[in-house]
């Protein structure tokens, strides 16, 4: 069993920049692929951004391309969500998923097993 705890999130101004973390235990997710998702209030999740398991490859969602960057420490079994140049609309419930389905790079939380509990970004305009 993979547990995850997300961290980073806060109140932060529009234009600003922040850096979520996302810590695994229970066991290593080296081969994992890794994602964050966000929900906001009143909608459903999304996808925002998913790294494979060499962190070679990774996939963005339109609405966070060129602004976000995901990253990975598989020594230190962490995933990271680089954001900057945040808009009001980024704000959510920020959440952090593992597959261990393999090389893929997924962005339905359906194909998901695991999830952390989230931590909320607020962007103030």
């Known amino acids: 069993q993979v547990q995850l705890v997300e961290s980073g999130g806060e109140l932060v101004q529009a234009g600003g920049s922040l850096r979520l973390s996302c810590a695994a235990s229970g066991r290593s997710v080296s081969s994992y692929s890794l994602g964050w998702f966000r929900q906001a209030p009143g909608k459903t999740r999304e996808f925002v951004a998913v790294?494979?398991?060499?962190?070679?490859?990774?996939y963005y969602a339109d609405s966070v391309k060129g602004r976000f960057t995901i990253s990975r420490d598989n020594a230190k079994n962490m995933v990271y969500l680089q954001m900057n140049s945040v808009k009001p609309e980024d704000t959510a419930v920020y959440y952090c998923a593992a597959d261990k389905g393999g090389p893929q790079l997924p962005s339905r939380a359906a194909e998901y097993d695991y999830w952390g509990q989230g931590t909320q970004v607020t962007v103030s305009s």
């Open positions: 790294i494979n398991w060499s962190a070679g490859r990774t």
